[in-house]
């Protein structure tokens, strides 16, 4: 095996290069500022024009482009723009006006300062009141409710609706003094002193504590048994010798009131400090209260005639 068998490794002869043509066309170009051939082949990074050269370039269609600095002058430059759209300005109108809302709602839902600046013991008596006046709804809501339900079922809501209306006729019959009524109740006895006799006022005053302790019917009676039912449009007169003009009708001492309700929240009512017991004995006269299990009031109150005024069903 020769050398040139050796150098390649393979057995095989070493392959001769490309040869260079010989002659005149083979030989360099002898002028000294000729370029390199390698300078001149359009595939070398030499012969490809630079963007930015300002040369146009061809594209494959035929069509001639500008590449370089005109160019990128030339195109149009487009930056990001923020633009308010309808919906993000109705959500920030809505974020306005819920913080507005919050605010009025915080002011008025602030701390009251009387009750912040209140005593304990008040602060308790309020609470009881509201507890109380709460049973006392919720009673009435329970009662209103199981009317309510028997008057929707058919023939026993007639008949509820009947006993309903009757109770409520007997009731305003009462208050309206045209019924007689029995109850629990006191009989307060007015006796005048040698001085002063027992005024009018007076007797007025009674009748109002009494109502404000929960009175539901009650009459005067005189020393001559004529009774006289007192309503809410009953007056009181001062008359002659002592005695009373009680709605037109004149009465003579002594006098007595038949009162039907609570006998010891009425008693109460009576003998408080100032009140008509305290003034009675003042001027010389005496009060004399007696319980009743059973006080009837049986003088009835009888209706003016409406000459304009009719009942609206």
Known sequence: MSDEHTETGTGWPKPAG??????????????????????????????????????????????????????AVSAP??????????????????????????????????????????????????????????????????????????????????????EEATRRADELGILAGTLPARGPGLAVRFEAGQSKPISASGVLDAVQELRGAGAEAMQISGGDRASVRVVASTYFLDGENGSLIVDGRRLTGPFTITVIGDPATMRTALNIPGGVVAVVAGNGGNVIVEDREVAEVSALHVPSTLEHARPVS
């Open 18 to 71: 490309p040869a260079r043509p010989g002659g005149p066309a083979g030989e360099p170009d002898p002028r000294p500022d000729a370029p390199d051939p390698d300078e001149l082949s359009p595939l070398s990074p030499q012969g490809r024009p630079e963007p930015g050269d300002g040369e146009p370039v061809v594209d494959p269609d035929g069509s001639e482009a500008v590449v370089g600095d005109e160019a």
């Open 77 to 162: 430059v487009v930056g990001p723009l923020r633009r308010f759209s309808s919906a993000a300005v109705m959500i920030g109108v809505l974020l306005v006006l819920l913080g507005f809302t919050l605010a009025v709602q915080l002011k008025t839902t602030s701390t009251d300062s009387s009750l912040a600046a209140a005593r304990q013991e008040d602060l308790v008596r309020i609470l009881y009141d509201l507890e109380a006046r709460e049973s006392r709804l919720r009673q009435d809501i329970t009662t209103l409710e199981e009317s309510q339900r028997q008057l929707r079922s058919g023939e026993q809501g007639r008949q509820a609706a009947l």
